[in-house]
């Protein structure tokens, strides 16, 4: 029979169906036995007692060093390895510890289940089963751990051989002596094993019928070590004193095999674990608290509704169509509540845009004739956020607000009791993504005092609010994550919360029934079908990992979110082609869309800033899905934004380079002598330079040519001092015009390249319009310094 290289265990069960194999061989770990961890290492750092997982390494290291010297054998026991720890651990304390070691082999290890049906099928027919493993345990640890995870493994396993008790290894000189005490033709034992060399090219050359395992494709491998990273840094325990929890390899393996495409990626390395686990987890809270009554938010909680049901078909529950613009709508009850929500939409602007005066009115459910007088009068005040104050609180507009807002009220509740016919004294769970509870902190009072009956939330993760804890529960809430690594989960969720959509419409009231009245947001078809395919893969996930039983754990809690934070911030590079295709809709009564993806915008963004001002941006201004748009640019970037995220990080854009460029600027005043200073521009990406340069004068003249014979300009643009760093600089810059605000003197021009600049070539600014205490930004690349700039 012909040896086959790198297959699936669905493959190897076929393969092995049609042999005539005397003896079936398998490999032990990674093949038979699993473990719950990103790589075997991590087991040690549950070890502790003073011994580090280094230390534990070393030993081992040392063990086998020292009996290759001595006996030319290069395999050794656990008892060896601990002997080399007898400056730590006494005889008694090193047997402990071995036991200690077992045990968490146990205990974070499971049978990988078509690996343990092979054993049956083999038993079945009659075929002696061995087990051949590369380990330091002996035979009888090791039947000791496979025991401890099914009690038919001593009926199951004809012998054990250990390469401890040979001193050999499977990729030394192993083989030969298994064929021997097996007393059967090499051809007539069919070994099956993840390692190619010790698995698959050492037996071939015994004469041994072997099969190499792949236990995951060469893509899923790739998700599995960015996890790795992404855990590390979200988790600072992971690779010290914690295990990197690794809980869905075995599903992948058995469900990812082949050709895999992004929405199966997708679907099974991200959105199927993460709401398996919430799943879990909202069951635990359900338990919890008796005749609780489940309530789905629509749109984000569709998926969550759908997952929950997957694992409990029998569970009822109801799908809740209030978004958080109909929560705004209906809880207007009082003058206040319109002063508190005009605190938190405008926070501290002086000056409200069309498009932020268009969503406020619609909160406020505005009259089109009200509406129309206040944006011309908020015109002619310069759109002062005061003025807006002054007539959104005036005495008519809050008596209509209140009214309008107590009839949506109404209809939003009759909405609810259709669903659920809540009755007093019930308690009502809100299941949603979460974060700060929009929709419960609004209307959770109101719908208690007038239903009588009480209010719950249950969230993948919730920020903190104040007196959360006596109102809501979450998979990641303030009490198990700090402030920082809640907000490195949720700041760039975007992407997430889309996959977790019906991208049905979009609720903005209800009839006098409570139907549920919906604007369409625009979406292709391309988008609906591609994220359909993404969620019908996630739900495969979550029924495959309630088929295997994953425990609901804390670690299950972090393995969430470090596959939310590794999707997030370190995607591949199929998954971020197919967000290029995505839009996300910001559901708050608008039509606002915007693409999930877009490069050349989030270079730009780069160019003109750097990764300083991503670090310390914290709203819209910043793209929503910047990691997955600069992740083809480099890891660094990446990480570069989770490390600020988690540790709260940030840095001015002149340090966060030392790569600065001298540059003459000139300040023309009338009547007298140009000004002139010496600039610095700073390195922000790509190569391009960034430097602000004060219009304290009319006119200004960058003395370029003195530094640059050849460079490539990007954008000459004005801003206001006030808006200078902050996230609101790009929304309040505008870009200067070429011939027209500014021109260029000494050279020859093609588009934004400019070549051969003489040493007085210059840059003459004088913009048509400039705000008061403008600045301008300059953002270039050097291609070419000028020749004595360099001897000089």
């Known amino acids: 029979m012909m040896n086959m290289p790198s297959v699936s265990f669905e493959r190897i069960e076929q393969i092995f169906q049609q042999s005539n194999a ?60 601990y002997g080399e720890l007898k ?235 209030i978004s958080r613009f109909t929560a705004i709508k209906s809880a207007f009850h009082s003058r206040q509540s319109i002063v508190d929500y005009l605190g938190k939409t405008l926070r501290a602007a002086e000056r409200v845009t069309a498009a932020g005066f268009d969503m406020i009115s619609r909160h406020l459910m505005l009259s089109e004739r ?37 009839a949506c009220r109404q209809r939003l509740i009759t909405h609810l009791q259709n669903k659920l016919q809540l009755q007093p004294g019930e308690t009502l769970m809100l299941i949603d993504l979460g974060y700060a509870g929009t929709a419960q902190n609004l209307l959770a009072p ?98 495959q990992a309630g088929e295997r039983a994953i425990p609901a754990s804390p670690a299950l809690w972090d393995s969430a979110a470090i596959d939310l934070v590794r999707y997030t911030y370190f995607p591949l590079a199929i998954e971020t082609d197919l967000l290029q295709h995505l839009t996300f809709d910001i559901n708050m009564g608008t039509d606002a869309t915007q693409q999930m993806v877009d490069a050349e915008k989030a270079i730009g963004y780069m160019r003109r800033y750097g990764v300083a001002r991503l670090a310390q941006d914290e709203n819209s201004e910043s793209r929503t899905n910047t990691p997955s748009e600069l992740r083809h640019c480099g890891i660094e970037y990446s990480l570069s934004l989770l490390s600020a995220s988690r540790n709260a990080l940030s840095w001015s854009l002149s340090q966060s380079s030392q790569r600065q460029q001298p540059l003459e600027v000139l300040f023309i005043r009338n009547d007298q002598p140009p000004l002139t200073e010496k600039l610095f521009a700073t390195s922000t990406f790509d190569g391009f330079f960034s430097i602000y340069i004060p219009m304290v004068t009319a006119e200004v003249v960058i003395a370029i040519g003195n530094s640059l014979r050849d460079f490539e300009v990007d954008s000459l643009s004005l801003t206001s001092q006030q808006a200078l760093y902050k996230s609101i600089e790009q929304q309040q810059s505008y870009r200067l015009d070429k011939d027209k605000d500014y021109f260029i003197d000494g050279a020859t021009q093609h588009d934004k390249l400019v070549l051969n600049m003489q040493p007085d070539g210059f840059i003459y600014v004088k913009p048509q319009k400039s705000p008061a205490q403008a600045v301008l930004h300059f953002v270039y690349r050097p291609l070419n310094p000028q020749i004595q700039a360099v001897n000089d």
């Open 446 to 543: 109101l719908l208690e005092e007038t239903l009588n009956i009480q209010v719950r939330g249950c969230y993948l993760i919730a920020a903190w609010t104040a007196g959360w804890q006596q109102n809501r529960t979450a998979l990641v809430n303030p009490d198990t994550a700090d402030f920082r690594l809640i907000r490195t989960l949720t700041r760039f969720i975007a992407s997430f919360e889309m996959l977790c959509s019906s991208h049905g419409f979009s609720v903005v009231d209800y009839t006098d029934d409570g139907e549920p009245i919906g604007e369409g947001v625009m979406h292709s078809e391309k988008m609906i079908s591609t994220v359909k395919a993404i969620q019908h893969e996630a739900l495969r996930c979550v029924r």
């Open 87 to 321: 400056g730590q651990f006494d005889a008694e304390q090193q047997q402990q510890m071995m036991e200690h070691e077992l045990a968490l082999e146990i205990d974070n290890g499971f049978l990988f289940p078509p690996a343990l049906a092979l054993l049956r099928q083999a038993k079945a027919r009659g075929i002696r089963t061995i087990i051949v493993s590369d380990t330091y345990l002996d035979a009888g640890q090791l039947s000791r751990l496979l025991a401890a995870h099914c009690d038919e493994i001593p009926d199951l396993i004809d012998h054990i051989y250990c390469s401890s008790e040979f001193g050999h290894s499977k990729s030394g000189s192993l083989w030969p002596e298994i064929v021997q005490r097996e007393q059967v033709k090499p051809q007539d034992i069919f070994h099956v094993g993840d390692n190619h060399r010790a698995d698959y090219l050492q037996p071939v050359k015994s004469g041994i019928t072997a099969i190499h395992f792949k236990q995951n494709e060469a893509l899923v491998t790739n998700v599995l070590e960015q996890r790795s990273v992404a855990a590390k840094l979200l988790f600072p325990a992971c690779g010290a004193t914690a295990p990197v929890p690794s809980l869905f390899h075995a599903c992948y393996s058995v469900a990812l095999r082949n050709e895999i495409n992004s929405e199966q990626l997708t679907g099974w390395t991200t959105l199927g674990p993460i709401l398996y686990a919430f799943a879990l987890f909202i069951k635990q809270q359900r338990d919890l608290m008796p005749g609780v009554r489940l309530g789905f938010l629509m749109r984000d909680g569709y998926m969550l509704r759908e997952a929950y049901h997957a694992l409990y078909p029998d569970e009822q529950s109801a799908s809740l169509n």
């Open 370 to 406: 009200r509406k129309k007088k206040i944006a011309s009068q908020l015109q002619l005040h310069n759109h002062s956020a005061d003025y807006l104050y002054k007539s959104l609180l005036s005495h008519e507009v809050v008596k209509e607000t209140l009214a309008r807002s107590a």
């Open 22 to 81: 005397k003896v079936l061989s398998l490999d032990c770990f990674d093949t038979l036995f699993w473990r719950n961890v990103s790589r075997p290492f991590d087991i040690f750092t549950r070890l502790q007692h003073g011994l580090c997982p280094l230390a534990r390494g070393v030993a081992e290291a040392d063990a086998r060093k020292k009996k290759r010297i001595a006996t030319g054998l290069e395999e050794v026991s656990l008892a060896e390895i």
